[in-house]
């Protein structure tokens, strides 16, 4: 079957750094994408990955390896608003996306 | 960037009612929409994929007859809960891929902000 493995949820302090991981096991692989979402909200577009390495956008930086099923999504100079949840997913060789449950992201001050 | 919208934001409706989201994309052609529900604390869940002049396809476990799809323009889906039961009530959202970004040509699917239905 294809699966997708985030944490549940993560906590991280104000300021610092925090890395999200994402493990895959699908039946192909055509990019996978991370999205950030805010309680009540929709899904907000953050990176895609088709490549292996590492793609950085500002404070965001996603990072793929496609033969260890393997990404994750580094948060910098972390902000209150940054809270929310974390979801990657991966499209599959049938261009379907298969989602993760996501990562619930809690900030402190 | 690409936007999606959905309108209504918010339907209270009653039990029996039939309900009609409309997804458009604002700024870009969108041959294929998707429509997804999502239940609170859970993940996105894809009802189905919704393709410009013809028919929807639904994801095992989705009824057809109960959620009807329209995807009239390039621009425009519809998604219809007939008969909407309590057991209806979700956040509905749809997507739209938009091919090229202010990176260049690059496959992206953008989210409507989402329709949250209460039915009573």
């Known amino acids: 079957g294809q699966n997708i493995d985030q944490p549940t949820e993560m906590t991280a302090t104000e300021g610092a750094i925090v890395q999200i991981n994402c493990t895959y096991q699908t039946s192909g692989f055509n990019g996978l994408f991370w999205y950030q979402q805010h309680a009540g909200e929709a899904p907000t577009f953050l990176s895609y990955n088709v490549l292996d390495g590492l793609e950085e956008k500002g404070r965001f930086s996603s990072f793929l390896s496609r033969s260890k099923g393997y990404s994750y999504l580094l948060l910098k100079e972390l902000q209150m608003k940054d809270s929310a949840s974390y979801l990657c997913a991966v499209r599959d060789q049938d261009y379907q996306l298969i989602w993760g449950a996501g990562t619930k992201l809690i900030i402190k001050p | 960037g690409a936007v999606v919208s959905q309108h209504p934001s918010w339907v209270i409706c009653k039990s029996g009612t039939s309900v009609k989201i409309e997804c458009r994309s604002l700024d870009f052609q969108a041959t294929t929409m998707f429509w997804y529900r999502q239940f609170p604390k859970q993940s996105l869940m894809l009802m189905a994929t919704s393709n410009e002049g013809s028919k929807a396809t639904y994801e095992q476990g989705v009824e057809k007859d109960k959620f009807l799809i329209n995807h009239a323009s390039l621009t425009l889906s519809t998604l219809t809960v007939t008969s909407a039961h309590p057991e209806d009530s979700s956040f509905y959202i749809c997507?739209?891929?938009?091919?090229?970004?202010?990176?260049?040509?690059?496959?992206?699917?953008?989210f409507g902000p989402g329709t949250r239905l209460l039915v009573l």
């Open positions: 997507s739209a891929i938009s091919f090229l970004t202010e990176r260049g040509p690059q496959e992206t699917q953008y």
